[in-house]
């Protein structure tokens, strides 16, 4: 896949990935199809799933929770749960409910994979990952659940300067804003302008087409907004 082509989401996923190898493999090709791997970046974890198994060179096709799919090595991969985990007894179609940090989420199940249940939101939007165990039916409370595209802030805050240098923890994604609405943003081999739009307390940032909505917390970050397409969460501050 050229560089060039690559959206913002699937660079954020897969561009800046580091290598963690999955627990207890010795060789590349022990992941299996139906394997659920969690693929690590500078922006934390995602969940996917292996729809193809390694090829000679030790690649595999995954699928990440919007249902796009793509090629990458095993290495960069962690086992989550082996395919032929017994499924829970979670119905796909079932109404469901979760905690997604401190907002309650309401959808559906879509799909179940062993302990694992794929949902969506109640306009159809996929949110991504989460154990079965913390859904809850309707009429039940639901408990804290991390799903594996849990946003990471509430972005309660108005919105701060913004004209500056900003970076997430490990320096990975970089973000400077510029006046007139124009800005530069770099994540891992991808780098270049973009534009940005700000309201009262968030700031929606566009990249070849693909956009990046950001809201403010109250320490002075930015964070990123679980739209429910599978994008990992990340915090910036300003450097």
Known sequence: MAAAHRTLFSVLVVGVTHAVLAPGAEAQNQARVGDLVEVTSGLGPTLAEVVTGPDPSGYVVIRVPTGKEMPVNTQKLRLVQPAGTPNASMPVGEAVSWVDGDVR????????NGKWCQVKTANATTVGWVECAELRRPGAAAKPSSPASASAGA????????LGNWENADGSVKLEFQSAGKCYISFGPMTGPCSYTPAATGVTVTFEGEPLRLVANPDGSLSSVNDGDGMMSMRLKRR
Do not use: W
């Open 155 to 162: 972005g309660s805050a108005p919105l701060p300067k913004l």
């Open 105 to 112: 989420e309401k959808g559906s199940v879509v799909k179940v």
